[in-house]
Structures are given as C-alpha cells and as structure tokens.
C-alpha cells in the first residue's frame, strides 16, 4: 500500500501562483509513476500531468503546458506541482496519484493509489 497526502492548496487571484505538495508512505518503492489530476464541481477528474520517479520524465495536459511544472524528490517521496499564471478555469480539487505501472500514464484507471484531494481556487 501507498498513503498520499496532499496539501498546499487555497484560494489565489487569477495570474498569481500556487504549490502543491503530495506525501507519500508505506511502499513508495512500487509507485513508478507520479500523477496530478484534478476535479471541477460537475465535471470528471481529469489528467493535469505525471512524472517517472526513475528518471524524472513528465507529461502535461495542454491545458496546463507552460503554466505548471511538476517534480520530484525521491529522498523525500515527495512531488510538487508549481502552479503558474492561474486562472479561474484551474479551479478544482487537486489529487496526487500513484501508479503502479511503468511509464507515464494519463489514465484515471492506471492510477492505484489516491490522495484526499487539496482544494484550488482561482478568482477572476
């Protein structure tokens, strides 16, 4: 099993910035692969972008491409998300995820283990 923690969120002005934090235990070991997703009220959760524990290699949705950037630090088992030039159409709740699986992922589904979710509001 992997715990996840995730924190950081809170309520920020549009143009301004934001980070996130995920907390990881138990057996991070199996956990190859790093996510963030996020959930507005009334939509599905949807993929923000993952990064490779191995080799630090990421992925973006185009949404946030340029504007967000992940990392890791894998002494720590910890992952951020820096959040850059937000907008009111980024707020939603934040998830860290852990997958299991090899390579980078996108999928809600290839994700095993889920954080509580930090809240991010962006106002206009």
């Known amino acids: 099993q992997v715990q996840l923690v995730d924190s950081g969120g809170g309520l920020v002005q549009a143009g301004g910035s934001l980070r996130l934090s995920c907390a990881a235990s138990g057996r991070t070991f199996s956990a190859n692969t790093m996510g963030w997703f996020r959930q507005a009220p009334g939509k599905e959760r949807e993929f923000v972008t993952a990064?490779?524990?191995?080799?630090?290699?990421?992925l973006y949705a185009d949404s946030v491409k340029g504007r967000f950037t992940v990392s890791r630090d894998n002494a720590k088992n910890a992952v951020y998300l820096q959040m850059n030039s937000l907008k009111p159409e980024d707020t939603a709740v934040y998830y860290c995820a852990a997958s299991v699986l090899v390579g980078l992922r996108w999928r809600n589904d290839e994700y095993k283990y889920w954080g509580q979710g930090t809240q991010v509001t962006v106002s206009s």
């Open positions: 990064i490779m524990r191995s080799d630090g290699s990421t």
